[in-house]
């Protein structure tokens, strides 16, 4: 990880613990609010467990442009239920192997993640930090650069998850 203090984004959920566990861990649910807005989310893998993946594809299906694809994975460290997952997440190809960001090959290869889950009555607090892991100068400088614009990005997939939660 860096030197630097980690992105930090917190969120509260209305629902119970066992509900947002089962919203982050289950692969049917994940496909239903995990990304961007207005992408179409594919799972490939969802193995929530130590040394396990989450393998995705997103991708644009309104037929209103030219079709987008972008991969991602999680890689798992570990898996502490209704608690925390800790887990290293980046682009990938197909196969869900690392790989640069399609839009930006200057972003880091990899980010640290710590994703807690605090119960709190008929609520959950969930907590993010990220860093970026094994990334070199450059790469650092570009994750910082752009930490308004991932309080925004995870905001718009907060509200998503929300909205699941509330179907």
Do not use: C
């Given at each position: ?10 969120h ?32 490939v ?70 994703l ?43 509200a ?5 939660l509330?179907?």
């Amino acid at each position: 990880m860096t030197e630097r203090e980690p992105l930090r984004i917190s969120h509260i959920a209305k629902a119970p613990i066992g509900v947002v566990w089962n919203a982050w861990t289950i692969a049917d649910q994940l496909a239903k609010w995990w990304g961007p807005q207005g992408l179409k989310l594919t799972v490939v893998q969802a193995n929530v467990e130590p040394g396990g993946k989450f393998h995705y594809l997103m991708s644009n299906e309104d037929g209103t442009q030219e079709r987008f694809e972008m991969w991602g994975a999680f890689d798992y460290v570990s898996v502490d239920r209704h608690q925390q997952i800790v887990f290293i997440n980046y682009f990938s190809d197909a196969e869900g192997g690392r790989s640069r960001h399609v839009l930006n090959p200057d972003w880091p290869l990899e980010v640290y993640n710590t994703l807690t889950f605090v119960e709190d009555g008929d609520q959950t607090l969930i907590h993010l930090e990220g860093a970026p892991l094994n990334a070199m100068p450059h790469e650092v400088d570009l994750f910082y650069a752009n930490v308004e614009s991932m309080r925004i990005g995870f905001g718009a997939t907060f509200a998503q998850l929300d909205e699941f939660l509330a179907s």
